[in-house]
């Protein structure tokens, strides 16, 4: 397990012995879980330190919703937004990545001392990506994706989707390589809920081994989304709100954690700094058994 070290002028995973909590921080007015609630600088980086100081080892800080449906904005407005938020968390030694799909939001931001790049899109979003990242020497997560929120339902056909993410996530690890990335600073996500069903993304959960044994970290974000909330539906069959979806989304950081993953991408940094706890006795355990 790896979080962040500095080495060659970039940043680079370094060893953990457990897996890493990466602290969900939407300043947008429309994500699907916690849209709206930090739009405001004080209130965003107040979340932010708090998450850091629950024990996330990362804060992910996103300008853009990805929900289905969601409109996109300029680059503009997501740098506006994002950028003031990166600059005060990490005024404050807090470890920032940057959820963007977009090049010149990424530059700005790692310039502003966001260390990791998540770009939802894989590289696919914006050409001039890989250059951006090459360039800034900081790990790039490459999440699997098959098009923007507005085309994803319509995406999610797949004959064997273990193998077509696993093979579709190589060759953006490859394109990477071939951009000049260092294969070290790659990591790879299987996009829970981007053009997936609840099926799909169930089955990608059940075999997070496959993904884990192409030797990259792999990073999963399940949290509150809305497969858990249909899973955990009422008698009316009413999803779950997403309040009440940390317990779940604690379960499957468990699952995650026990098939090797690097990381987790969650809202609520204390239930999962538990479960990964859990994750890492049982682990422990084993080995000492
Ligand atoms: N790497 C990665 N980044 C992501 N960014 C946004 C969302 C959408 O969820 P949110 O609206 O809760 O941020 N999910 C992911 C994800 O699963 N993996």
């Known amino acids: 397990m790896a979080v962040l070290g500095s080495s060659d002028g970039g940043a680079r995973l370094?060893?953990?012995?457990?897996?890493a909590v990466m602290g969900i921080l939407n300043?947008?007015?429309d994500s699907f879980s916690d849209g709206g609630r930090y739009l405001d600088l004080s209130h965003a980086v107040a979340h932010g330190i708090a998450m850091r100081d629950s024990g996330a080892d990362l804060v992910d800080?996103?300008?853009?919703?990805?929900?289905p449906g969601a409109l996109r904005v300029s680059a503009e407005v997501e740098a506006q937004r994002v950028l003031p938020v990166i600059r005060d968390l990490v005024a404050e030694g807090v470890r920032v990545s940057v959820d963007?799909?977009?090049a010149s939001v990424a530059d700005a931001a790692v310039e502003a001392g966001a260390a990791v790049v998540n770009?939802?899109?894989?590289?696919?979003?914006d050409p001039d990506m890989a250059a951006v990242v090459a360039n800034a020497r900081v790990p790039w997560i490459l999440m699997h994706w098959r098009g923007h929120s507005e085309r994803?339902?319509?995406?999610?056909?797949?004959?064997?989707?273990?193998?077509?993410?696993?093979?579709?996530?190589?060759?953006?690890?490859?394109?990477?390589?071939?951009a000049g990335v260092d294969p070290d600073r790659i990591l790879l996500d299987p996009g829970l809920g981007f053009a997936k069903?609840?099926?799909h993304n169930w089955a990608l959960l059940r075999r997070l081994d496959v993904l884990v044994a192409l030797g990259?970290?792999?990073?999963?974000?399940?949290?509150?989304?809305?497969?858990?909330?249909?899973?955990?539906?009422?008698?009316?069959?009413?999803?779950?709100?997403?309040?009440?979806?940390?317990g779940a989304t604690a379960a499957t950081s468990v699952l995650a954690a026990m098939a090797g993953a690097w990381g987790v991408r969650v809202h609520d940094v204390d239930s999962t700094m538990d479960a990964v706890a859990v994750s890492t006795a049982v682990r422990l355990g084993a080995s000492r058994a």
């Open 100 to 102: 963007t799909t977009r």
């Open 61 to 67: 800080v996103g300008g853009e919703s990805t929900r």
């Open 197 to 199: 069903t609840a099926a």
């Open 216 to 246: 990259f970290p792999v990073l999963v974000g399940a949290s509150r989304k809305r497969f858990l909330g249909d899973l955990l539906a009422d008698a009316s069959g009413s999803p779950r709100p997403h309040s009440g979806r940390d």
């Open 27 to 29: 300043v947008t007015p």
């Open 14 to 19: 370094t060893e953990l012995g457990r897996c």
């Open 119 to 125: 770009d939802v899109s894989g590289g696919l979003a």
């Open 152 to 178: 994803m339902n319509e995406l999610a056909g797949y004959e064997d989707v273990i193998g077509e993410v696993r093979q579709e996530l190589v060759m953006r690890a490859d394109a990477a390589v071939m």
